[in-house]
Nanobody
Framework: QLQLVESGGDLVQPGGSLKLSCAAS????????IGWFRQAPGKEREGVSC????????KYADSVKGRFTISRDNAKNTVYLQMNSLKPEDTGVYYC????????????????????WGQGTQVTVSS
């Protein structure tokens, strides 16, 4: 059974850092493009970052550019999201999602592109 499990969410003060992990089981992550998304209360799910199958291409939402870094370790079947200089507006449930094959950069932050989703991990940025 294909499964994605996020971890690493926590309560952190503004300006702090967190590193989220997305671990895959039941399938080999090498063949999948991965996206990170977040959803704040009362808001739609939005794309944060995405990475191609072998990590050669990455993309970031304007709101997180220069602060977040996506990476992957296919040997560990895991994708990461390093989040620095966190702001209160970064608060939300963070999800990773997977799609087999190639995903165009132009749509890799669109939730409907992805077929497999994790259960999410809560990130709260507050003093």
């Amino acid at each position: 059974q294909l499964q994605l499990v996020e971890s690493g969410g926590d309560l952190v003060q503004p300006g702090g850092s967190l590193k989220l992990s997305c671990a895959a089981s039941g399938f080999t992550l090498d063949y999948y493009a991965i996206g990170w998304f977040r959803q704040a209360p009362g808001k739609e799910r939005e794309g944060v970052s995405c990475i191609s199958r072998y990590g050669g291409s990455t993309k970031y939402a304007d709101s997180v550019k220069g602060r977040f870094t996506i990476s992957r370790d296919n040997a560990k079947n895991t994708v990461y999201l390093q989040m620095n200089s966190l702001k209160p507006e970064d608060t939300g449930v963070y999800y990773c999602a997977a799609r087999r094959g190639f995903v165009l950069d132009s749509v890799c932050l669109v939730p409907s592109v992805y077929g497999y989703w994790g259960q999410g991990t809560q990130v709260t940025v507050s003093s």
